[in-house]
């Protein structure tokens, strides 16, 4: 059974870079794409963006130029940069799986990031 | 890029009648790769139906989706205590490839 774990400081100060880390464990992250997705309490889901395994990324259009996703297969893990945050980057941070399928059927349980001085 | 539309925003019904949630994509879906995740309070999204129709692992058949084109639904037959929750529906799109989710429908007890 897959399952994905994110970790990473749960308070970040404005303008400054969020990083948090997705561990996947009982499956290769060597296949599939691997996602990040956020939610903002009270708010709908916004993808961020995805990596596979070899490398290539694509990102949300609105937060293309503020992000960054890589991948380390060494330790079946893959993590997502956000710079510059402000508050509105608050949110919940879950990664998730896409087996192939256009659809996420993994997820981690999520991560409360709040960004506050 | 395809902009997706649920209806209604908020559902209230009783345990034992039936739902009918809508999705409306703002272009043609291609290849129906339309999905659709639960997700309730404090807890992860859980993928509910992929594919438009097809259901995934672990819940039951009281559940089902439809649609093509640009209209898709997803049918609670009779719901139970444990089914009120947020659902959202989903596409990847490849012009440019991203995933986009619906605003949300929250089912609740009436």
């Known amino acids: 059974q897959v399952q994905l774990q994110e970790s990473g400081p749960g308070l970040v100060k404005p303008s400054e870079t969020l990083s948090l880390t997705c561990t996947v464990s009982?499956?290769?992250?060597?296949?599939?794409?691997w996602n990040w997705i956020r939610q903002p309490p009270g708010k709908g889901l916004e993808w961020i963006g995805y990596i596979f395994y070899s490398g290539t990324t694509h990102y949300n259009p609105s937060l293309k130029s503020r992000v960054t996703i890589s991948v380390d297969t060494s330790k079946n893990q893959f993590s997502l940069k956000l710079n510059s945050v402000t508050a509105a980057d608050t949110a919940v941070y879950y990664c998730a799986r896409d087996g192939y399928g256009d659809n996420l059927d993994y997820w981690g349980q999520g991560t409360l990031v709040t960004v506050s001085s | 890029e395809i902009v997706l539309t649920q209806s209604p925003g908020t559902l209230s019904l009783s345990p034992g009648e039936g739902a009918t949630l809508s999705c409306r994509a703002s272009q043609s879906v291609s290849g129906n790769y339309l999905a659709w995740y639960q997700q309730k309070p404090g807890q992860a999204p859980r993928l509910l139906i992929y594919?438009?129709?097809s259901r995934a692992t672990g819940f039951p058949d009281r559940f089902s989706g439809s649609g093509s084109g640009t209209d898709f639904t997803l049918t609670i037959s009779t719901l139970e205590p444990e089914d009120f929750a947020v659902y959202y529906c989903q596409h990847y799109g490849s012009s440019p490839p991203m995933y986009t989710f619906g605003q949300g429908t929250k089912l609740e007890i009436k």
């Open positions: 594919g438009a129709s």
């Open positions: 009982g499956g290769s992250i060597s296949r599939y794409y």
